[in-house]
């Protein structure tokens, strides 16, 4: 028998006692513990951005989110039965957040591979040492100043150690909505607008504050799909909105529906080709839940 489970808000049915969720799993997981960064990348959305949703009267917002409230969101995912990459920063750094350990330590032991992306600068050799191992993947970003031998042999039992050191060369840039380089945001602006946008399929972003984020970019929370202090992780990802806006996103011209989207230079993935590539030697490669 075929029942709807609208009612608690979700758009996903109900198929015998299975529930048949109406879009797939998401397969990033970050939750934003904290808000802060300690660098001032002039290319960083937290920087670029008109709304200066990260600064409160010219200093950068440093709140963090509740630690009950961060378990219980590592708590959800796993009872759902999700097992792939949890970060715990957004547009900020991990090596920032003082729980950053205890955090990691509970997403691995609830099942999780828990990663960290950050610029390196605030990472002691102790701190290194207590995260080595524990995370599946560590990340050393463009503002990172060290060399790759510098951070391998600190992570030596962690299983991917990426290093980017091209930090001086502003072609190496991320570009985003307000990117600084106007020629190259609006050539990719142009060069994707009727392109379908795959991203938020793969994203799940919770905010420091709640907010659920649709993409990368969206620092605003513009399209206000709910706050997890709130709302349950299962009842954001599967709302009758967000499952809409996935929809309408998944075919050409799709952006054009969004103003924010409009003005996106971000390019279309190819979502199982990107969850292949990305979990390619790891524990979660060909378990990720359908739910289809
Ligand atoms: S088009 Fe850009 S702004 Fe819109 S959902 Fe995709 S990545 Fe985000």
Redesign the pocket.
Known sequence: MWGSTQARGTSSCLQGDSLIHTIPFWFKFVIETQSYCNSRCPNCMRNTEPTKSRWRNGDPIREQMPTEKVLDLINQASDLGYRGHIKFAYYSDPSCEPRLVSFVKHAREKGLLPVIQTNGALLTDELCKQLDGIVDRAIFGLSNRKPPEYWRARFPKTRDVFVRTDWEDPNAWIITHFFPQKERLEAAIKRNIDSP?H??HMLFIIQYNGEMS??C??LSHLWNLGNAFEASLEELWWSEKHTEILRT?SVPGG?LN?P??RI?P?GDIDLEAEYAAYYRGTSYIGIRPRYM
Request: charged content about 30%.
């Open positions: 946008c991203l938020p649709l993409c970019d969206d996103l952006r969004y924010f989207c996106c971000e």
